[in-house]
C-alpha cells in the first residue's frame, strides 16, 4: 500500500471517528473541525454519487448501493453550522476554505434531495399521491435549475445529466397519470348524437390498469398537481373548449334545448338535449319580445351550467384559498369567448332601431343580471363588466350597430353581380352640386340653355378643360351611385352638437369604411370582367373618378353637419390617391392587352418587317397577291378598334375617349404610316391601291367627329375634327403626310399621262 493511500484511510478513519463522537468533533479547534468536515463531505459526494448511480443508471442487475445518502448529509450541516461559529472572521484563508465547503455541502444535499425524491416517485404515482408527486417533481426542477449555475468543480457533469433524464422521465409518467385522470374525472359522451353528457366523477378509484389506488384521488388532488407542474392552462383550456361549443352556444342558439342536472354521492352528471324541445314552447311575440324572452331563457340555462361548473367540476374545492389560479383561468377562457358572441348575438339585437327609445333598457336586464351571475361565481372580476359598459355607452352601442348594418348593407350590394349603368354628370339624371357652374361663369351659377339643357351643354369644346370643376357626362355602375347616396345619408344621421362627437365620429368611420369595402369588394369580384370586357373597365374608371369627385368636396359640403371637433379632421382627400391607383389599375391592363390584340390583328406576316411593303413595289404580281390580305388585316385592326370606340364613347366621358381611342389608333396608323414612308416613289395604280389599303385607318377619323357632334354643333365638329385627332393620335399627323405624298404621286403621274 503507497504512502498516500495510507494517509487517506487515516484521515477517512478520523473523519469518521470524530463524526461518529459529536463531543470529540466539538472539542477540535476551528481549523480541525473545518478539515474533518472537508473530509466528511467528501466521504458524502462519493456515497451520493454511487447512490444516483445505483438507482437511476438503465441496465444494472444489481443495485451496488442502496443506501439513501439524505440522512447521512443532513447531519454535515449540524456540523457546518458548528464550524460557522467556531472559525475566527478575521481569519481570511479560513472563511474562504468555510464558503468552499458551504458550496461543496449545498450542491450535495441537492444532489441527496433529487435522488431521494426520484426514488419514491413512481410508488408515490403508483399508490395515487400525485399531489405528493408533482411536489416532488417541481421541487427536483428547482434544485436541478440551481445545479445548473453551480461551478464543474463542484458536481459531476455526468450524475447531473443522469437526474436530469429521470427527472424528465418521472415528469412524464406523472403527466400521463394526469391525463388518465383528467379524462375519468370529466367524461363527455356524446357517441355521436344529439345529446352531450358530461360526468363529473368526484374522486378515482384505481390507475389506468385497474390496480386500485392506496388513497383515491380527489378533485382538489388533481389540481394542486395540474398546477405545481404549470399544466392547468392545457387542461383548462381542453374543458373551456367543451363548454363552449357543447353547451354554451347551443343553449345561446337555441335556450328551449333541454338541459339536466343530476348527482349522486361520487359523481355528477349533465346533458343537453336529452329530450327534444317542442316548437310550441317558443314565444309568438313580436320580434322584441321574442328577443327579451330569448334572453331571459339563455340568462337561466347558462347558469343552470355556471352553478354546474362552481358545484360539480370543482366539486369540494376552496376556490377562494386553495385554487384560485384554476378557476379564475376557466372562467377568464370561457368569459372571453362568450362575451363577444353576447354582445352580437343578444345585446346588439335589443339596441332600439329607434335613436329615441335607448332610453329604456329594461328589456335588457335579463343581460344584466347574467353577467352578474358570472361575477358572483367569481368567474370573472370587476373590470371584465363588458356587458354593463356597453349598456352604459348605449348610445355607441346603438352608433356601431347603425354603422355594422350599413356597412353590411353596402356590402351585400356590391358583392351582386349586377352590372346596370346610369349617366351622372353633364345632363344625366344624376346631378352634382358643382355641376350648375361652368368656368366661363366666373363661378357663378349658370343659367339654362334652349331645350332645358344646362350651362355644361352651353360650353361646348371647353368641356373638355381640366379647369372645369362639373364632373363629365359618363356612364358609372349602380354600385358606386348607391355608394356615394350612402355616404351621403349616413353623414346626415350626424348631429351638430359637440356632445355628439364620439357618434359623428362613429358615422365617419363607417363612410370610410364603406369606401374602402369598394376597394376591396370590386376589383376582386370584376377581375376576369376588367381585363376581357372594355365596358366593364370602363364603367369601373368611371366610378373611381365619380367616387374621387365626390371624396374631394365630401367632408366641405357636410362641414356644418360635423361637431366643431371633427371639422377640421373629418375629411376623404386621403381617400383619393389610393382611387386614383385603383382606377389606373383598371384601365391600364386592358388598353395593353387591346394594343396587343390590334397588332396581332395586323398579322404575324411581312406587313410588320420594315422595308417589306417597299420591296414589293415593282413587283406587281407579288403586291396585288398581298394586297387582299393586307387589306382584311387592316379591317380587322380597325375594327377592334371601332368596337372598342363604340363602347367608349357609350360610357366614358368624352376626354377619356378621346385619348383611349387615340392610344388604340396610334398602333394601326403608326404601323401603316410607317411603311409608307419607307415607299420612295411608285406608279399612279400602286399609289392609288396604297391609299385604297389605308381606307380603314383614315376612317378612324370619323369616331373623333362623332365624338365632338356629342358636344357642339355639326358646322362646328368640322372645324375640330382635324384638331381633336392630332391632338389624341401622335401618328396622324405622318400618316397624313404620306397620304397627302401617294395622292401627288398619283395625280402626278395621271396628268403627265
Not at 474533518?36 to 467528501?42: C, F, K, N, Q, T
Not at 353528457?197 to 390498469?209: G, P
Not at 338541459?259 to 314565444?283: D, P
Not at 411593303?613 to 371601332?642: H, N, P
Request: glycine share 4%; hydrophobic share 40%; proline share 3%.
Amino acid at each position: 500500500m503507497s504512502r498516500n493511500s495510507r494517509r487517506y484511510r487515516r484521515e477517512a478513519e478520523a473523519a469518521a471517528a470524530a463524526a461518529n463522537d459529536p463531543a470529540d468533533f466539538e472539542k477540535r479547534s476551528g481549523e480541525e473541525q473545518l478539515t474533518v468536515l472537508e473530509a466528511l463531505i467528501e466521504e458524502a459526494r462519493t456515497s451520493t454519487y454511487e447512490a444516483i448511480n445505483s438507482h437511476h443508471r438503465d441496465f444494472l442487475s444489481i443495485r451496488l448501493h442502496g443506501q439513501d445518502p439524505l440522512d447521512e448529509v443532513a447531519t454535515l450541516n449540524d456540523k457546518y453550522g458548528l464550524v460557522q461559529s467556531t472559525i475566527d472572521p478575521s481569519a481570511h484563508k479560513s472563511i474562504e476554505r468555510l464558503d468552499a465547503v458551504g458550496r461543496a455541502l449545498r450542491a450535495i444535499v441537492r444532489l441527496a434531495k433529487i435522488h431521494a425524491n426520484l426514488k419514491d416517485i413512481d410508488d408515490q404515482i403508483l399508490h395515487g399521491d400525485v399531489a405528493v408527486a408533482a411536489s416532488s417533481i417541481a421541487e427536483i426542477g428547482e434544485f436541478l435549475s440551481e445545479l445548473e449555475d453551480d461551478s464543474p468543480l463542484l458536481v459531476d457533469a455526468q450524475a447531473v445529466d443522469l437526474l436530469q433524464m429521470q427527472y424528465l422521465k418521472k415528469r412524464s409518467a406523472l403527466k400521463a397519470e394526469l391525463d388518465y385522470l383528467m379524462t375519468e374525472m370529466y367524461q363527455i359522451n356524446d357517441a355521436g348524437s344529439s345529446v352531450v353528457e358530461m360526468v363529473v366523477s368526484y374522486c378515482v378509484m384505481s390507475n389506468y390498469d385497474d390496480v386500485p389506488y392506496e388513497n383515491p384521488v380527489m378533485l382538489g388532488d388533481l389540481f394542486f398537481a395540474l398546477t405545481n407542474l404549470d399544466l392547468y392552462r392545457d387542461k383548462m383550456d381542453l374543458l373551456a373548449d367543451a363548454l363552449i361549443y357543447r353547451w354554451f352556444i347551443p343553449l345561446l342558439r337555441n335556450p328551449n334545448e333541454s338541459l339536466a342536472v343530476s348527482k349522486v354521492k361520487l359523481f355528477a352528471t349533465i346533458n343537453i338535449g336529452a329530450y327534444t324541445a317542442s316548437a310550441n314552447n317558443r314565444s309568438n311575440g313580436n320580434e322584441a319580445g321574442v328577443t327579451q324572452s330569448h334572453c331571459a331563457l339563455v340568462r337561466d340555462k347558462w347558469s343552470t351550467v355556471l352553478d354546474f361548473i362552481r358545484d360539480e367540476m370543482f366539486h369540494d374545492v376552496s376556490i377562494d384559498e386553495d385554487h384560485t389560479v384554476v378557476y379564475e383561468y376557466l372562467g377568464s377562457k370561457l368569459w372571453t369567448a362568450l362575451c363577444p358572441l353576447l354582445h352580437e348575438s343578444l345585446l346588439v339585437p335589443l339596441v332600439p332601431a329607434d335613436i329615441d327609445a335607448i332610453g329604456d333598457t329594461q328589456h335588457m336586464v335579463p343581460l344584466l343580471e347574467l353577467e352578474e351571475r358570472w361575477l358572483e361565481l367569481g368567474l370573472i372580476a370587476d373590470d371584465q363588466l363588458s356587458i354593463k359598459d356597453s349598456i352604459r355607452v348605449l348610445l355607441q352601442t346603438y352608433v356601431s350597430k347603425r354603422r355594422r348594418d350599413l356597412l353590411t348593407t353596402v356590402a351585400s350590394i356590391l358583392a351582386t353581380d349586377d352590372a346596370n349603368t346610369v349617366v351622372v354628370g353633364g345632363n344625366g339624371p344624376v346631378t352634382d352640386m358643382l355641376c350648375d357652374y361652368a368656368p366661363s361663369s366666373g363661378g357663378k351659377k349658370g343659367s339654362s340653355a334652349k331645350g332645358g339643357k344646362g350651362a355644361l351643354a352651353s360650353t361646348g369644346f371647353d368641356e373638355d378643360c381640366d379647369s372645369s370643376l362639373a364632373f363629365p357626362r359618363c356612364s358609372i355602375s349602380v354600385h358606386a351611385q348607391t355608394l356615394v347616396e350612402f355616404a351621403r345619408e349616413t353623414i346626415g344621421f350626424t348631429a351638430s352638437s359637440d356632445e355628439e362627437a364620439k357618434t359623428a365620429a362613429l358615422y365617419f368611420h363607417a363612410v370610410r369604411d364603406a369606401f374602402a369595402l369598394y376597394r376591396c369588394l370590386m376589383p376582386c369580384q370584376w377581375s376576369a370582367a376588367l381585363l376581357a370586357d372594355p365596358k366593364r373597365a370602363f364603367v369601373m374608371y368611371n366610378d373611381c373618378e365619380f367616387i374621387c369627385h365626390h371624396l374631394s368636396t365630401l367632408g366641405f359640403r357636410y362641414q356644418e353637419k360635423w361637431p366643431h371637433v371633427l371639422r377640421a379632421s373629418a375629411t376623404f382627400v386621403d381617400v383619393i390617391a389610393a382611387y386614383r391607383t385603383l382606377s389606373k389599375a383598371c384601365l391600364s391592363p386592358l388598353l395593353t392587352r387591346l394594343r396587343t390584340q390590334i397588332a396581332q390583328a395586323l398579322g404575324p406576316s411581312e406587313w410588320l418587317q420594315p422595308r417589306w411593303l417597299s420591296s414589293m413595289i415593282g413587283s406587281g404580281d407579288t403586291l396585288d397577291r398581298c394586297y387582299e390580305a393586307c387589306e382584311a388585316q387592316l379591317a380587322l385592326a380597325c375594327g377592334i378598334i371601332g368596337q372598342v370606340a363604340h363602347v367608349g364613347a357609350a360610357h366614358l366621358p368624352r376626354s377619356m375617349y378621346l385619348r383611349v381611342l387615340g392610344l388604340l389608333a396610334d398602333v394601326a396608323v403608326g404601323h401603316v404610316s410607317r411603311r409608307f414612308e419607307e415607299i420612295g416613289s411608285a406608279s399612279d395604280s400602286t399609289a392609288r391601291a396604297l391609299v385604297r389599303l389605308a381606307t380603314p385607318v383614315a376612317a378612324l377619323e370619323d369616331w373623333f367627329r362623332s365624338s365632338t357632334l356629342n358636344f357642339t354643333s355639326l358646322s362646328d365638329g368640322a372645324a375640330h375634327r382635324g384638331s381633336l385627332i392630332s391632338k389624341y393620335c401622335k401618328e396622324w399627323d405622318s400618316f397624313q403626310i404620306q397620304i397627302s405624298r401617294l395622292d401627288k404621286m398619283a395625280s402626278h403621274i395621271s396628268t403627265i399621262n
